[in-house]
């Protein structure tokens, strides 16, 4: 079964730190890009970062930048999105999704999400 499951997520104060990861079994990473996105009550779903297995190439949302770090391990076959300087606007349920790029438009399979809440 192909899968992705997020973990890491947690409650932490403003300024704080969380590292989340996106673990895969089913498939590997080497041909996919994975993807992070998140989703805040009563907000639509948006792309937070990216890295594309074949060159390791990343991007990020400007929101975002300098304070998050998006890492992967071939050999745990797990991707990492390490969130410093966290705001309460980071407060979302975030979820990993595989990609052909970090430009497709369409995204799958998806995990269950992790919820972050950063209190100020």
């Known amino acids: 079964e192909v899968q992705l499951v997020e973990s890491g997520g947690g409650l932490v104060q403003a300024g704080g730190s969380l590292r989340l990861s996106c673990a895969a079994s089913?498939?590997?990473?080497?041909?996919?890009?994975i993807g992070w996105f998140r989703q805040a009550p009563g907000k639509e779903r948006e792309g937070v970062s990216c890295?594309?297995?074949?060159?390791?190439?990343?991007n990020y949302a400007d929101s975002v930048k300098g304070r998050f770090t998006i890492s992967s391990d071939k050999v745990k076959n797990t991707v990492y999105l390490q969130m410093n300087s966290l705001k309460p606007e980071d407060t979302a349920v975030y979820y990993c999704s595989a990609g052909s790029s970090c430009k497709a438009t369409i995204w799958g399979p998806w995990g269950q999400g992790t919820q972050v809440t950063v209190s100020s």
């Open positions: 089913g498939f590997t990473f080497d041909d996919y890009a």
């Open positions: 890295i594309s297995r074949s060159d390791g190439s990343t």
